[in-house]
């Protein structure tokens, strides 16, 4: 077996970087070569600044954004300390003069990583996508108005950044957990040039239910509790929202309520609850 044909059956262990741009589906077909553009210049601008040798390191483009491995021989503590703050400088520098700023997610993980003639594969690749593409890390984003969010695995973290370095400080990220395809895991989060960030909460459900997303309720979904009020608002799901009574009129009601408005009926109706003693008219002989 030759040398070559080795590499491809071996895993290296190496450190996946995996960036990823905000809303990138809200770029028009003008616009996104340019932001593909300014994201290769900020990454590629640091990985010169921290010296990092370009040989070391290996990058697949993603469309809107780029996945990266790079070398062990390379400190890990080179590319989460000063290549960070790199990455940072270079970001806000291309945002001054961006009416909408560009936001990148990053996700790092540490793990055996399997190159072939296509690019790179394995759980640690997995990892680092799944990190940058978390919910939390969108949220984050957003929530802080950053520019930039890191996100290492529990295991990076651990390994790496609680033992500090040159541009490592662990007090300035703030842990979560994820519901990952892979089951639930340990995240860490830091926004650079920042405290350790406060993690946004999960949005809630409605507690309107189905009604609240446009949904229409069913009498199902109505809670059974005595005394319900019913206002003059209740008429806003229906054709025009009329009411029966005059405008803000309520009703307290103690069992079954109908309304019936401008209805002209051709044969005798019956409304209202039929119950166990009552008889139909067949059976009194009407």
Not at 222 to 244: E, L, M, N, Q, S
Not at 247 to 258: C, F, R
Request: hydrophobic share 35%; with cysteine; net charge negative.
């Amino acid at each position: 077996m030759n040398d070559d044909a080795m590499d491809l059956t071996e895993a290296r262990y190496e450190l996946v970087i995996s960036v990823d741009a905000r809303r990138s589906g809200e770029y028009d077909d003008v616009d996104k070569p340019r932001m593909r553009a300014r994201i290769y210049r900020v990454l590629e601008t640091a990985f010169t600044h921290a010296k990092v040798a370009r040989d070391a390191v290996h990058m697949e483009d993603r469309g809107d954004g780029v996945l990266l491995a790079v070398a062990g021989r390379i400190a890990v503590t080179r590319l989460l300390g000063l290549w960070m703050v790199e990455v940072h400088e270079n970001l806000r520098d291309e945002n001054r003069a961006l009416r909408v700023p560009l936001g990148l997610r990053i996700g790092m993980h540490v793990g055996p990583v399997r190159h072939d003639a296509r690019g790179i594969s394995g759980r640690a690749v997995d990892l680092a996508c799944r990190l940058a593409d978390s919910p939390v890390a969108r949220r984050l984003l957003d929530a802080e108005k950053a520019d930039l969010v890191l996100v290492t695995s529990n295991s990076l973290y651990e390994d790496v950044v609680s033992g500090g370095g040159k541009f490592i400080e662990a007090a300035r990220y703030s842990p979560a957990r994820l519901e990952l395809k892979e089951g639930e895991v340990t995240a860490w989060f830091q926004l650079p040039g920042r405290p350790a960030p406060e993690i946004p909460a999960e949005p809630r459900p409605s507690a309107g239910g189905p009604s609240s997303t446009g949904g229409a309720r069913s009498a199902a979904d109505t809670p059974d509790t005595p005394d319900t009020p019913v206002g003059a608002d209740a008429g806003a799901d229906g054709d025009d929202g009329a009411d029966a009574g005059s405008p803000g009129t309520q009703y307290t009601v103690h069992g079954d309520m109908s309304q019936h408005h401008d209805n002209v009926y051709q044969q005798p109706v019956h409304i209202g609850r039929i119950t166990g003693g009552a008889r139909s008219r067949k059976e009194r002989g009407e």
